[in-house]
């Protein structure tokens, strides 16, 4: 048990555990753990620790060219990285997850990376951009499978009133 009273041992020893059972064979699956990792001592000192583990997760994502792992190592990097000394990192990943999602057809990781936008404009102090950035619509299917749209399909444009 932590000093907060959760059990946050668990998690990490299985994540630890898979990391060692995986061996160094599949690059995309051993970034994906890393990237959990990451995210799992989010509170835990020292933040150096995390910011490692999400950057190796990030760079063996890459180097394995595996999309799902790269949105996964993608996600756990712009958690780690979430104080604001690296604003300007996160703006990059977020911008990397849109491209990303929609790359791959994965409106769930272009709606994740367009409030990471979103987010970190507001605390960047950008609140003209982060308002055009919440006026973003996705295609969304109709029962007859062609797209519809809310808003225009547009993103950027800010919303009259």
């Known amino acids: 048990m932590n000093g907060q009273g959760c059990h946050r041992d668990a998690p990490h020893s ?29 509170y835990e000192p020292p933040a150096s620790r995390r910011e ?14 595996a999309p799902a792992a790269l949105a996964d190592a993608i996600s756990a990097r ?10 300007d990192e996160r703006l990059a990943l977020a911008e990397e997850m849109i491209a990303l999602g929609e790359r791959s057809g994965d409106r769930e990781r272009v709606l994740q990376g367009r409030n990471w936008r979103f987010m970190d404009l507001l605390e960047s102090g950008d609140v003209t951009n982060a308002g055009a950035s919440s006026n973003c619509t996705l295609p969304w299917p109709t029962s007859s499978g062609s797209p519809a749209t809310s808003g225009g399909g547009r993103c950027g444009r800010r919303r009259s009133r």
């Open 14 to 42: 299985r994540v630890g555990e898979g990391l060692s059972l995986l061996g160094d064979e599949d690059e995309g699956r051993r970034a994906q753990l890393l990237g959990r990792l990451a995210i799992e001592v989010y």
């Open 52 to 65: 490692q583990l999400s950057a190796s997760a990030l760079e063996l994502a890459r180097a394995a060219s």
């Open 78 to 87: 712009h958690v780690a990285l979430w104080s604001a000394p690296h604003l």
